[in-house]
């Protein structure tokens, strides 16, 4: 619907001082609703990030998922009349997201991710890894000829990596690992609602202790790495995100050491560890300055992603062991 955008009004005041039965007398229409959801986003201090980047691309995913409509339905829809009940439901989620700052995912329980649906609540991360981009590609920098046998997503949370690699790659098996319970819980949820459960399994532990004993050919890990000084000033949207699954000490990096040190014996000979670390890559780069990652690109952006092989890992295992 984004064509309709140029033609919609953007007042200066946000009307949601109004009562609720008022604005839903007054609006009636699917474009009343997305006026109203750009006017109050415009007037209040919001963090896009977690699925849109504007008012307007959040007032669509607002209005369209309070309806039950696809994002890709017919912009004709824009004049159809809405029920009293779906008014008083889009008031409500509007209420939600401007006042208490909650992440639009998390009022609509669901987030998409690799063009694929996930449920999400706040007992995991909203997803937004620009590992997506790898995923579509079937990892093919590295499995260019096969797909991988064996993968592990390290730190699944919804499931959302692993789960998407199993769609995308039909023949991989995928472990999904996190220490969090309450994760593996959202993660097999999703595991049952995309129906990959002869492939994709889900185990709640310490890092890698839940798959002792185990190799892959494919290791994925998107960890709590955000440093003390970027958690301190996050939008108060993240307030609502599990901490666990966000910090990781001063420089962000406890995880991502204790990843560096064990990932070789979890890995096969031609395996390949993946790791994002976002704006923790310049403490990366500090703290092992000789190590040769390479640090990949994406087209749709994103940034802070390493890879290593099971070789660099075993070349520079005393260096990475400090």
């Given at each position: 619907?984004?064509?309709?955008?140029?033609?919609?009004?953007?007042?200066?005041?946000?009307?949601?001082?109004l009562?609720?039965?008022?604005?839903?007398?007054?609006?009636?229409?699917?474009?009343?609703?997305l006026?109203?959801?750009?006017?109050v986003?415009?007037?209040?201090d919001?963090?896009?990030g977690?699925?849109?980047?504007?008012?307007?691309?959040?007032?669509?995913?607002?209005?369209?998922?309070?309806?039950?409509?696809p994002h890709?339905?017919?912009?004709?829809?824009?004049?159809?009349?809405?029920?009293?009940i779906?008014?008083?439901r889009?008031?409500?989620l509007?209420?939600?997201?401007?006042?208490?700052?909650?992440?639009?995912?998390?009022?609509?329980?669901?987030?998409?991710?690799?063009g694929?649906?996930f449920?999400?609540?706040?007992?995991?991360?909203?997803?937004?890894s620009p590992?997506?981009?790898?995923?579509?590609?079937?990892?093919?920098?590295?499995?260019?000829?096969?797909?991988p046998?064996?993968m592990?997503?390290?730190?699944?949370?919804?499931g959302c990596?692993?789960?998407?690699?199993?769609l995308?790659?039909?023949?991989?098996h995928?472990?999904?690992s996190?220490?969090?319970?309450?994760?593996?819980?959202?993660?097999?949820?999703?595991?049952?609602?995309?129906?990959v459960?002869?492939r994709?399994?889900?185990?709640?532990?310490?890092?890698?202790?839940?798959?002792?004993?185990?190799r892959f050919?494919?290791?994925v890990s998107?960890?709590?790495?955000?440093?003390?000084?970027?958690?301190?000033?996050?939008?108060?949207?993240?307030?609502?995100?599990?901490?666990?699954?966000?910090?990781a000490?001063?420089?962000?990096l406890?995880?991502?050491?204790?990843?560096?040190?064990?990932?070789?014996?979890?890995?096969?000979d031609?395996?390949?560890?993946i790791?994002?670390?976002?704006?923790?890559?310049?403490?990366?780069?500090?703290?092992w300055?000789?190590?040769?990652f390479?640090?990949?690109?994406?087209?749709?952006?994103?940034?802070?992603v390493?890879?290593?092989?099971?070789?660099?890992?075993?070349?520079?295992?005393?260096?990475l062991?400090?």
């Amino acid at each position: 619907m984004s064509d309709v955008s140029a033609r919609m009004p953007v007042p200066a005041a946000a009307p949601l001082s109004l009562d609720d039965d008022t604005l839903i007398d007054e609006l009636v229409t699917v474009r009343d609703y997305l006026r109203l959801a750009v006017s109050v986003f415009n007037a209040h201090d919001l963090y896009y990030g977690h699925g849109t980047d504007s008012a307007w691309d959040e007032a669509v995913a607002l209005v369209l998922g309070a309806l039950r409509l696809p994002h890709d339905v017919d912009p004709a829809i824009i004049d159809a009349r809405v029920l009293r009940i779906e008014r008083a439901r889009i008031i409500t989620l509007l209420r939600a997201r401007t006042v208490e700052r909650r992440p639009l995912p998390y009022l609509l329980g669901e987030s998409f991710y690799a063009g694929v649906a996930f449920n999400v609540d706040e007992r995991v991360l909203i997803p937004r890894s620009p590992i997506a981009e790898l995923i579509e590609s079937g990892f093919d920098l590295w499995f260019e000829e096969r797909d991988p046998a064996h993968m592990l997503d390290l730190c699944t949370g919804s499931g959302c990596i692993g789960i998407a690699a199993a769609l995308m790659m039909p023949t991989t098996h995928v472990m999904l690992s996190d220490l969090s319970e309450d994760a593996i819980d959202v993660a097999r949820s999703n595991i049952t609602r995309h129906d990959v459960g002869d492939r994709v399994k889900a185990v709640a532990g310490d890092l890698f202790a839940p798959v002792a004993g185990q190799r892959f050919d494919l290791i994925v890990s998107n960890p709590p790495y955000v440093d003390a000084g970027d958690l301190s000033g996050m939008p108060a949207e993240f307030n609502h995100e599990p901490t666990l699954a966000l910090g990781a000490g001063h420089d962000g990096l406890d995880l991502v050491r204790r990843m560096l040190r064990e990932a070789r014996e979890y890995l096969t000979d031609d395996g390949v560890l993946i790791v994002e670390v976002g704006n923790s890559e310049r403490h990366v780069i500090e703290t092992w300055p000789e190590v040769p990652f390479l640090w990949l690109e994406f087209a749709r952006g994103g940034h802070g992603v390493f890879a290593l092989t099971s070789a660099q890992l075993e070349e520079w295992a005393t260096v990475l062991s400090r």
